[in-house]
């Protein structure tokens, strides 16, 4: 062993840069850690919202056939589509709950998937309007709404 | 432990490396956050409820059925039974209104288009709906359910025409403005 007087000195000194360079380098990690995760996260969020909006578009789809946005489905499309089907083919086996409701000219629930109780991570939800024609002969408001979520 | 400290200038200069860096990894920290913070995500159940596209509402307001019954009372009185589609009411309504008629026999049938533009929009979103006519002069709407404050907040909107009457264009404006400003109150 070397025996001056540096080490001394050096000893006292190394402590606050060792704490200023830990310092540091926990930020940098922290902040990394986090922003790496706060992407991922958003990610998967906005593909989830992706899910839900293509789940909400096919249903529209659906009930207008090939004829486009002028065509105004009967309320009885709506009963008798196959909802499991569609979410089978857009939402690659993730839970959903949809609900149907008439907006206009009285607010009525027309029809709904309550989905699983199971727990969830990540969760997306989309809506769209359409006009539908009712028994009476009257074109009401209708709202489709979904929710899709993943399971944990 | 015992001695007396090194004067030297050697521990000072590795103190100033260390807070160099301590700097710069609080710059590169606060990047990599605000970075992070611009990938914003779709919104909550919340926001999905909060907001409903003008497009979809004044699309779906104009092919629906007015859904009551109705009378209006100009020369002739003129009855609407219920199942009318709106766009063709607004048609009837613009080109009374042009040829001189009062806006007063339509007081109903405005409130209907209201109560219907309410329902569809989003709770925090008030309704105003204006209507325009290619061929009157000037650009001062012929109708306007209800009448849009000057000083109206940030808004979004959505326009669509159809034919009238007598082969003039409608232009039907919707505007959603934030339901909580003062000047709307």
């Given amino acids: ?20 360079v830990l ?25 989830l919202r992706n899910r839900a909006v293509s789940f909400v578009e096919r249903i529209c789809a659906e009930l207008r056939g090939s004829r486009g946005n002028e065509f105004v489905p009967s ?54 309007m359409l006009n539908v024609l009712n028994e009476e002969g009257t074109t009401v408001i209708v709202e489709v709404r979904a929710i899709v979520w993943e399971n944990e | 432990m015992c001695g007396r400290m090194n004067d030297s200038d050697g521990g000072q200069l590795a103190l100033m490396d260390a807070v160099v860096f301590f700097a710069a990894s609080m710059l590169i920290s606060t990047a990599l956050l605000a970075y992070a913070s611009d990938f914003a995500g779709p919104g909550s159940i919340h926001a999905c409820n909060d907001w409903r596209d003008p497009d979809e509402v004044l699309h779906a307001f104009l092919h629906a059925s007015v859904g009551t ?35 007063a026999p339509f007081e109903e049938l405005n409130d209907v288009c ?58 039907v404006t919707l505007i959603l403005c934030p339901a909580s400003s003062p000047e709307l109150a």
């Fill in chain 1, 1 to 20: 062993m070397k025996s001056d007087e540096l080490g001394v000195g050096g000893f006292f000194e190394d402590l606050p840069v060792l704490a200023f």
């Fill in chain 1, 23 to 47: 310092g540091g380098t926990a930020i940098l990690l922290m902040s990394a850690t986090w922003s790496c995760e706060h992407i991922a996260s958003q990610h998967a969020c906005n593909e």
């Fill in chain 1, 75 to 128: 309320l009885s499309a709506i009963v008798q589509l196959n909802y499991s089907r569609l979410a089978e083919e857009e939402l690659d086996g993730r839970e959903y709950a949809l609900a149907i409701l008439q907006l206009h000219p009285s607010v009525q629930w027309i029809l709904g998937h309550p989905g699983s109780e199971l727990p969830c991570s990540e969760i997306a939800a989309a809506s769209a």
């Fill in chain 2, 69 to 103: 019954e109705l009378i209006v009372n100009l020369n002739s009185s003129v009855q609407i039974k219920g199942n009318e589609e709106i766009a063709e009411c607004i048609a009837i309504e613009t080109q009374a209104l042009r040829s001189g008629a009062g806006i």
């Fill in chain 2, 114 to 171: 209201l109560r219907i533009l309410r329902s569809c929009s989003a709770p925090l979103y008030e309704p105003f709906l204006i209507v325009l006519c290619s061929d009157a002069n000037g650009t001062e709407p012929i109708l306007a359910i209800p009448w849009l404050p000057e000083n109206h907040p940030e808004a979004h909107a959505s326009s669509a025409e159809f034919p009238g009457l007598v082969g003039e264009t409608i232009l």
